[in-house]
């Protein structure tokens, strides 16, 4: 009976996976992509369809769709696994972790899934939370899409609904309860709940599976956070975790860009508008691990964070981040003490307009600069604030258009402009560009392109791999086949890429039969130097000349043999 992962490669092809997620093109028998895991501009990251599997010339990046999955997604083994199940339409059955410490993440997963259900059912009955979601345009489709719960104004609510189930370690370790500092008269340490009195959004890894919490305070006062969200675990790691990611990464896929908010409501009312590509970052600082994450979907990005002072510096901090990874960034113009979640509750169209309109972020800024300041505070905002995101861009092209277009509105000279944007240090690269075969050596020679054979021959479990190296170590001796080939093995899957390339121009049997005949002849030449010399020996005895000159004739005729 075939296993859950035999059964899942069958079903799926390398390529059709791959391709779900990168562009890819046909390069002779094989595929080629840009690689989704380093920065590079020429295309490094190769796929077998024979083969099943993918290698990165690049970064060193190897492996099948589970490993793939597992890179590109953020996810373990078994995360990967339930994605591709899904895709596959195969049933996980008996499937179980090895590895303890993946055991410890699932019971982790296991505890976050039950707290999940318990925050669910608590919303139904409490008609408080309902109301404030109802109030802000929350759908019960929406409530019940993503999960949406309330943790009770309980202390040890969720502990008690828990305990039963999961040890108190657990609860820690996934973190759903606290400890106090002190202990009791008795010497015991008391627990409580992370969460009371919250309405819940549940944060989900690629897969689906809960990873975390944000919890929105019913009442708010000087003394409780609006926003509570669960601390880091062995889970969640919130210069990762986007809101909404897990559902919302197929539509920026097929839609090549990404609409970025900062707050749960906002996310819940884009996606219930039908912006069913919008990611939130969730009222924590967006990070560089935040843009990678979306930045292997698609490079673009609109921005549509809150309109007041602090969303605005938000906004400038992120274009800022995403320009200098090469991303191309717009900006949405909301209108002041409005947010998209606002917006969307008074009309959704206003909502879709907004995007539509949205602005390259210089175009934005230097707009803005243009309103509000005058002759030489101008300058000084377009020195200060503009010319440093042009400095950015990784285009010449691009950035001489904004070079000509600032000239143009501010009416002063392109080579003013230009003049000014030297003098601007350019921020560090977040993302430098690493050459292709880096980690990799690309010098061709015969001995690597026969063990190349010999891999492929192997992988094919053909009898063509024995017979190729029994015929090599009747040329040089056995140890030494052995040798080379050891110290080729850590190359081994670009070797054999690099074969299937040479097999697409033609045969491979011919190839293996004309290296071994220029590896004998290189063999050759080396004994009959060597036999010169000897024969210059005029110490050498008449018997031992005459052997070594019959050795001499024997290895010139087989040397034009193999000339011929």
């Known amino acids: 009976m075939l296993t859950n992962v035999e059964q899942i490669k069958e079903k799926l092809d390398i390529v059709d996976v791959i391709s779900s997620y990168i562009k890819?093109?046909?390069?002779?028998?094989?595929?080629?992509?840009?690689?989704?895991?380093?920065?590079?501009?020429?295309?490094?990251?190769?796929?077998?369809?024979?083969?099943?599997?993918?290698?990165?010339?690049?970064?060193?990046?190897?492996?099948?769709?589970?490993?793939?999955v597992e890179k590109f997604e953020g996810l373990d083994f078994k995360g990967a696994l339930e994605t591709l199940a899904s895709k596959a339409g195969v049933e996980l059955k008996n499937f179980k972790q090895t590895n303890d410490t993946k055991g410890?993440?699932?019971?982790?997963?296991?505890?976050?899934?039950?707290?999940?259900?318990?925050?669910?059912?608590?919303?139904?009955?409490?008609?408080?939370?309902?109301?404030?979601?109802?109030?802000?345009?929350?759908?019960?489709?929406?409530?019940?899409?993503?999960?949406?719960?309330?943790?009770?104004?309980?202390?040890?609510?969720?502990?008690?609904?828990?305990?039963?189930n999961f040890s108190k370690e657990e609860m820690l370790e996934a973190g759903l309860i606290k400890k106090t500092d002190t202990e009791t008269n008795s010497g015991q340490i008391k627990y409580y709940d992370t969460f009371r009195d919250r309405i819940m959004f549940p944060l989900n890894d690629s897969a689906g599976r809960v990873i975390a919490f944000s919890g929105r305070a019913i009442k708010e006062d000087d003394k409780t956070p609006k926003y509570l969200n669960s601390p880091e675990t062995k889970l969640f790691y919130k210069s990762e975790a986007l809101y909404g990611f897990n559902i919302a990464k197929n539509h920026i896929r097929k839609l090549d860009y990404t609409v970025l908010v900062e707050g749960q409501m906002d996310l819940l009312m884009s996606h219930q508008a039908g912006i069913l590509n919008t990611v939130a970052s969730s009222g924590t600082a967006l990070t560089e691990l935040h843009l990678k994450k979306i930045g292997k979907l698609s490079n673009r990005i609109i921005i549509a964070y809150d309109s007041d002072d602090s969303g605005e510096k938000a906004s400038r901090r992120a274009a800022e981040m995403a320009m200098a990874l090469g991303m191309e960034i717009k900006t949405v113009s909301l209108p002041k003490g409005e947010d998209p979640a606002s917006i969307i509750k008074k009309d959704p169209a206003k909502w879709k307009k907004a995007l539509k309109e949205s602005q390259h972020f210089i175009d934005f800024s230097l707009n803005k600069a243009l309103k509000e300041k005058e002759d030489r505070n101008l300058t000084k905002e377009i020195i200060k604030n503009v010319l440093p995101l042009v400095s950015l861009?990784?285009?010449?092209?691009?950035?001489?258009i904004f070079v000509k277009k600032i000239?143009?509105?501010?009416?002063?000279?392109?080579?003013?402009?230009?003049?000014?944007?030297?003098?601007?240090?350019?921020?560090?690269n977040l993302n430098k560009e690493e050459g292709p075969f880096k980690n990799y050596s690309k010098v061709v020679n015969l001995e690597r392109i026969l063990a190349g054979i010999i891999f492929l021959e192997e992988f094919n479990k053909s009898k063509k791999s024995k017979n190729l190296k029994e015929k090599w170590q009747q040329i040089v001796d056995e140890s030494k086949v052995t040798e080379i080939l050891e110290n080729f093995k850590e190359n081994k899957e670009a070797l054999i890429f690099e074969t299937e390339g040479y097999g697409e121009k033609g045969s491979l049997d011919e190839i293996a039969e004309d290296i071994l005949k220029r590896l004998e002849l290189k063999n050759l030449k080396t004994k009959l130097q060597k036999i010169t010399i000897i024969l210059d020996d005029k110490n050498l005895s008449k018997k031992d000349q005459k052997e070594t000159k019959t050795d001499f004739n024997k290895i010139q005729k087989r040397i034009k043999e193999l000339n011929n």
């Not at 861009?393 to 001489?400: P, R, Y």
């Not at 143009?408 to 240090?425: F, G, P, W």
């Open 24 to 68: 890819v093109e046909k390069a002779g028998i094989n595929y080629k992509a840009k690689c989704p895991f380093h920065n590079e501009k020429t295309p490094s990251f190769f796929i077998s369809p024979t083969r099943q599997s993918f290698y990165c010339f690049g970064c060193g990046e190897k492996g099948d769709i589970f490993s793939f």
């Open 104 to 164: 410890e993440k699932d019971k982790l997963f296991e505890i976050m899934e039950k707290a999940t259900q318990i925050f669910e059912k608590q919303l139904t009955e409490n008609k408080e939370a309902l109301n404030i979601l109802k109030k802000r345009g929350v759908m019960d489709v929406s409530i019940v899409k993503w999960r949406l719960g309330f943790a009770k104004n309980e202390w040890r609510s969720l502990y008690d609904n828990l305990q039963n």
């Open 393 to 400: 861009i990784k285009s010449e092209i691009e950035k001489s």
């Open 407 to 428: 000239a143009l509105k501010m009416k002063v000279r392109e080579q003013d402009v230009l003049n000014d944007l030297k003098k601007i240090d350019q921020k560090e």
